[in-house]
């Protein structure tokens, strides 16, 4: 330590200034960082006096293993962070355990330079919040950021710096597990939550240490598998890329995210861990990111596999080559690299550049000033699972869980009244937790069943079936247990490993035995409320058929189980909205909201040669932004402060909602758009603006929106961005399946 420091103190001494000068564009909040704009001298003193090794020893990231994030290839990371050869680790966290890697880096290797600990703090790190398509069902950014914030706050007490999140990757793919860590199908709203979560993980100075560094990934693209299956082949159009997948990343970088993960696929044929047009040309060039590139895990080991490398040498020099800073987990660059570098076949200069990259990072974290900051035992100890992180988390919860049906106002139930809670996913505490549940732990945490037994007057139970294996030895019990008590609340969902990474299947059907155990209960005539555990939009055409309300929970985190029963009994209110189309089944899959019109759309009903089904209709069984609540809204027609403008104006959009209902309750008003005539084809709707608004019964809010050419623009025909003069359609509605529109016109 005491070495480390007066290593540090020469070295400034010795510095010349302003070397190092790096600024990041932020979008719409540039107070957020405030030390992007500041300068390291040690970065530059250190580049002028490391070796080849120690320089190739900062891009190289090695697991823990700890947590088993990926297959394992290798060990020994203790000798190599001895030996300057791994300047950062992943999986490896508690104050005391990164503390005594932090020791060996910094007083047992030449230069002491600090490592940087990452992790996969995805939902919360001890405090476990909703699964991210649940977060940004909430489509509420400030309570999202304080999830992030209240994350980073726990990581950091327990001595990590960086976490690889915000996951950005739109999907429109159920079968895809990973459609569960991202914020759902659309640009706009994925961008919010992106940008919301940087700026929650990286507060306003990133130097303070209850704020970590973010890594947007996974770039790009990595939604969009072929047949929803992990890993698979990506291929897009340039247009469709930009329009509809990059948004989100490219909002996370404008809110200053310091890194970026390569994501594993291909895209156009070059896998993205060594795609330059990705990596340099919209990153760094078009979008001004000045932090560091990591590739996933064994990323850079999988190019051989991807068949664009003829061995891990050439995919190294390859991923270098094209910006990939720095490689997780597949040991190239350390075996590799020099080579590379006296060949000629890696430039000082390209490797110079990446290892300033990265050093800057950790000047920036304040790692330099004290590499220890981040271990902090009683930190550790007073800032986890705190109360009131455990109220927000409950919060979250709440406003992420979303009513799809409600029959004759089924719900709210009385608290106090008696209920028969029946399904194998009513008492299983642990799926709360869903995937990606960073250090949480399921020791006190409540199941939905123990939840309902802390609101209900009475309550009995019956599990009926397993998730996942046949046998229906249970469905006697079940149906006995339903005829016993009042309303039904049936659990019902997917084992939360079914979602997450390597998890993807070819149905979005309920697993195993429970669709038949639904029927079963139906059959008894009882009224059901279906209570759903999932992390993907599930086929549920025969469920919302025998349910008289469906609660989709998704995986609601350490929290859950109080907040689903409070939403059931009325202590809370539903105010969450789908951020993800649910389709009556698989055969219409690909669905999402922002669907061209096509050549032959489907409007002539009972015309055979249009775009539709012989066998099912066009339309999801609930799409996007819809949502229930235990009160109703009326909307007026959409008013225009003028009905056009031109390239230096903008015109504003209300429309008045009015609580209609008895109950307090909360609504999110969207703003849809609809370019009529474009240099190419437009979607049919487009998000472009929302907000959360409570009101009380009776209480009218007008809700306004500013339309601006910046929410008009689009790649153009000649793959220029900017708005076309035309016709617009502008909606604001409840979800977006709204119809009532006024039109306005863009002057050039
Ligand atoms: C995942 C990443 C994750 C990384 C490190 C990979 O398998 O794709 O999302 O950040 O492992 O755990």
Redo the contacts with the bound molecule.
């Keep these: 330590m005491k070495r480390f420091f007066i290593y540090v103190l020469s070295l400034l001494v010795l510095a010349s200034c302003g070397g190092d000068k790096t600024t990041v564009r932020l979008a719409d909040n540039p107070a957020r960082a405030v030390n992007f704009d500041k300068t390291y001298p040690i970065v530059d003193s250190l580049l002028r006096v490391m070796t080849l090794e120690e320089k190739i020893g900062q891009l190289v990231l090695y697991t823990s293993d700890w947590d088993v994030?990926?297959p394992s290839i290798r060990d020994g990371y203790v000798d190599d962070i001895r030996a300057g050869k791994c300047g950062n680790i992943?999986?490896a966290y508690t104050a005391d355990y990164t503390r005594q890697l932090q020791e060996i880096a910094v007083n047992e290797t030449r230069l002491g330079i600090p490592l940087l600990f990452g992790y996969?703090v995805i939902h919360g790190f001890r405090t476990i919040f909703p699964i991210n398509l649940g977060i940004s069902a909430s489509w509420d950014m400030p309570l999202i950021e304080e999830s992030a914030c209240i994350a980073a706050h726990e990581a950091a007490a327990a001595g990590l710096h960086w976490t690889?999140s915000p996951?950005c990757d739109i999907c429109v793919e159920p079968r895809w597990g990973r459609i569960s860590e991202g914020a759902g199908e659309d640009a706009f709203l994925g961008s919010a939550v992106a940008a919301a979560m940087v700026y929650g993980y990286q507060g306003k100075d990133l130097e303070d240490p209850l704020t970590i560094a973010a890594c947007v990934?996974?770039f790009a693209a990595y939604g969009a598998p072929q047949a929803g299956r992990d890993y698979n082949t990506v291929d897009m159009s340039e247009r469709w890329l930009r329009e509809f997948y990059l948004p989100p990343y490219k909002a996370a970088v404008e809110a200053g995210a310091q890194t970026v993960?390569a994501s594993?696929n291909e895209l156009d044929g070059t896998p993205a861990t060594a795609n330059a047009h990705l990596l340099t040309e919209i990153l760094r060039d078009e979008w001004g990111f000045d932090g560091f590139v990591v590739s996933?895990?064994t990323g850079i080991w999988e190019m051989v596999n991807h068949g664009t490398s003829k061995d891990l040498e050439d995919a190294c020099i390859q991923a270098l080559n094209a910006g990939n800073d720095m490689d997780?987990q597949s040991g190239g660059y350390s075996e590799y690299l020099a080579k590379a570098v006296k060949e000629g076949k890696i430039s000082k200069k390209t490797l110079d550049e990446a290892v300033r990259r990265v050093l800057t990072v950790k000047a920036r974290l304040g790692l330099f000033e004290d590499p220890f900051r981040y271990c902090d035992a009683e930190r550790e100890a007073a800032e986890t699972k705190t109360e009131s992180n455990l109220m927000t988390a409950r919060t979250l919860a709440e406003e992420s869980c979303v009513l799809l049906k409600n029959n004759n106002n089924l719900l709210p139930l009385n608290k106090n009244s008696k209920v028969a809670v029946i399904g194998p996913m009513a008492d299983r505490a642990d799926d709360l937790l869903a995937s990606w549940r960073g250090a949480g732990q399921v020791e006190g945490v409540k199941s939905i069943l123990d939840g309902i037994k802390e609101m209900a007057g009475g309550v009995v139970y019956a599990q009926g079936c397993d998730v996942e294996k046949p046998g229906q030895a249970g469905f006697n019990q079940a149906e006995y247990t339903a005829r016993s008590g009042g309303t039904v609340i049936m659990v019902l969902g997917e084992p939360c490993d079914w979602t997450g990474?390597a998890a993807c299947r070819t149905s979005i059907q309920l697993p195993g035995e429970q669709k038949e155990l639904l029927r079963r209960i139906a059959a008894t005539g009882q009224p059901i409320v279906l209570v759903l555990l999932n992390g993907r939009p599930l086929d549920l055409s025969e469920e919302s058929e025998l349910a008289d309300a469906i609660l989709e929970a998704w995986y609601p985190g350490t929290m859950g189980g109080e907040a689903v029963a409070r939403l059931l009994f009325g202590e809370a209110s539903p105010s969450g909205r789908l951020s993800v189309t649910f389709p009556y089944n698989l055969g219409q899959v690909p669905i999402y909201h922002y669907a061209k019109n096509t050549g032959r759309p489907y409007v002539h009903h009972g015309v055979k040669y249009e775009s539709r089904y012989l066998d099912c209709e066009n339309e999801p069984l609930y799409p996007f932004g819809y949502g229930l609540t235990y009160t109703t809204f009326t909307y007026g027609k959409p008013e225009l402060s003028a009905a056009e403008f031109g390239p230096k104006g903008s015109i504003t959009a209300k429309a008045t909602v009015t609580n209609t209902g008895s109950k307090e309750g909360t609504e999110v008003v969207q703003l849809y758009i609809r370019d009529l005539v474009g240099s190419v084809t437009r979607p049919v709707k487009q998000l472009k603006g929302f907000e959360r608004i409570t009101l009380a019964p009776g209480e009218s809010r007008e809700v306004e929106f500013e339309i601006t050419p910046e929410l008009l623009s689009f790649w153009r025909k000649d793959m220029t961005f900017g708005p076309e003069a035309g016709e617009f359609r502008l909606f604001i509605g409840p979800a977006s399946d709204c119809q009532d529109f006024v039109t306005f016109k863009y002057n050039k």
């Design positions: 994030t990926g992943f999986n996969d690889y996951m990934k996974h993960m594993f996933d895990y997780m990474e």
